[in-house]
């Protein structure tokens, strides 16, 4: 069986992707950008000496889960989570679902996803999906990474489901149960925008929001002490592209999907002084992007001198400059809303 | 006849790829417009950080925006597939 009218779409991340599935298919009509703005998405981090991560890295949206959670308070949706102690347990309740019509997301890694090329696989414990079927063992899957809907064996899903590790997934599944008859974007929009400026410029710890992107550019240069040899230099710094533009971030570490996001607040706030900045938030992100390639040359033309290390320092320092003063003025107009 | 991208500017697209990633030993005629950019098929083969260099390329001379990395995969499949993207997004503004 299949669940017929549940629309796949593309999307520009996993998580926001997900979400606005689900809320597509419940009958609220959003949109991906709309979902990550309001859901406070954006976010800078930057880790230097963390257990969990074996090497310096950084972070450019908030933690997985939030999204759902930060969407569901300020719209007033409800959504229903389950993890489960075992995998048949887990299993049934899936297959339960699908029988009562429910496109159902899953928390998985994403290194059992067949469908994925074999290149592109790494264990990843934070990728969402939507299942909307069972044909016989194989489970229809909605993946918002690929351009058509996807089929993945029973067996699959399950060692997806319940990998271990790090954020391990425990089987978490999750579903809409409730959508309030009048949803109100406008102040959703506004304390949505309101908590990433917060985020960016306020969060009292020294190494998230524009604080940590200063502290990134400072650290950077410590990297090539940190390493074993130029070829692990290089795999580290050529990982910042990837963090940047290569995991669903929608391009430029989610900039340029905040900007789509203030361009559809502009219109739905009627305030003229957002889609400004949204245009401005668009050329930051062409330079995080500018970024992002330098440090992917460097790193495959193995150019990895303390001159480089040091011009890719001042470039991040600049992103730090640029994002302070962008978020200063955004703080101003949405205070004034 | 259904209207589509025209030769032209496959041959465009050709060369600005092989001038943007410095390429010399390539000739545009030799890069079939159908096979795949990446995974060694084409005459040419690309890599992750090619392709970065090209949608800014692409960004820059067409006047296009390729954000979500996702759709940008897709766009840059072929020579075929960025003549496709370029011509639609022409299009829009043409009409």
């Known amino acids: 069986m299949i669940i017929e009218n ?11 992707g997900t979400i606005t599935s689900l809320l597509n298919h419940a009958g609220l009509q959003i949109s991906e950008p709309l979902v990550f703005g309001i859901s406070s998405g954006l976010f800078f981090g930057y880790f230097h000496k963390m257990k969990s991560f074996p090497f310096p890295t950084f972070i450019v949206r908030n933690k997985p889960g939030q999204m759902r959670i930060n969407i569901a308070k300020r719209l007033g949706i409800k959504f229903t989570g389950y993890t489960f102690h075992n995998n048949d347990e887990g299993q049934r309740k899936l297959d339960d679902l699908l029988k009562n019509n429910i496109p159902t997301a899953a928390q998985v890694d994403f290194f059992y996803l067949d469908y994925v090329p074999t290149w592109e696989r790494v264990h990843i414990n934070v990728h969402f999906i939507v299942v909307i079927g069972k044909e016989y063992t194989d489970y229809i899957i909605s993946d918002s990474y690929f351009p058509e809907l996807v089929k993945l064996k029973s067996n699959l899903l399950d060692s997806s489901r319940f990998a271990g590790g790090s954020m391990s997934p425990r089987g978490y599944i999750f579903h809409v149960t409730g959508i309030p008859s009048t ?10 925008i309101k908590k990433v400026c917060f985020n960016m410029l306020h969060i009292p710890v020294p190494f998230l929001g524009v604080k940590g992107i200063r502290l990134f550019a400072k650290k950077i240069v410590e990297w090539p002490q940190l ?3 130029n070829e692990h230099l290089s795999h580290e710094i050529m990982k910042i592209n990837i963090l940047l533009e290569d995991q669903g971030t929608g391009g430029a570490g989610f900039r340029f999907m905040y900007s789509t996001f203030l361009q559809e607040a502009a219109e739905i706030l009627n305030k003229s002084e957002l889609g400004d900045l949204s245009r401005q938030l668009m050329e930051i992100g062409d330079d995080w992007r500018e970024l992002s390639l330098f440090a992917a040359r ?8 303390s001159e480089k290390i040091g011009q890719l320092s001042r470039l991040i320092m600049n992103r730090a400059e640029v994002e302070e003063e962008f978020f200063i003025k955004l703080s101003k107009v949405i205070k004034k809303i | 006849m259904i209207p589509g991208p025209s030769k032209q500017l496959k041959t ?13 030993d390539v000739d545009p005629d030799d ?19 090619d392709a970065l260099e090209i949608i800014m390329a692409l960004q ?21 597939s960025i003549a496709d993207f370029i011509y639609s997004e022409q299009k829009k503004f043409n009409v």
């Not at chain 2, 890069?31 to 950080?49: A, I, Q, Y």
Request: contains cysteine; aromatic residues 4%; glycine residues 8%.
């Open chain 2, 31 to 49: 890069v079939d417009d159908e096979k795949p950019l990446f995974g060694g098929e084409n005459k040419l083969t690309l890599d992750s950080v």
């Open chain 1, 6 to 16: 549940f629309k796949h779409k593309m999307a520009a991340h996993c998580e926001s």
């Open chain 2, 12 to 24: 465009e697209i050709k060369i600005l790829i092989i001038k943007t990633l410095g390429i010399s």
């Open chain 2, 60 to 80: 820059r001379q067409y006047n296009v925006r390729i954000g979500d990395q996702n759709l940008a995969r897709q766009i840059i499949r072929s020579v075929t």
């Open chain 1, 183 to 192: 949803v109100h974007y406008e102040e959703a929009i506004i304390k949505g």
């Open chain 1, 298 to 305: 460097i790193g495959k033309n193995r150019d990895l001198g």
């Open chain 1, 227 to 229: 390493t074993r040899d």
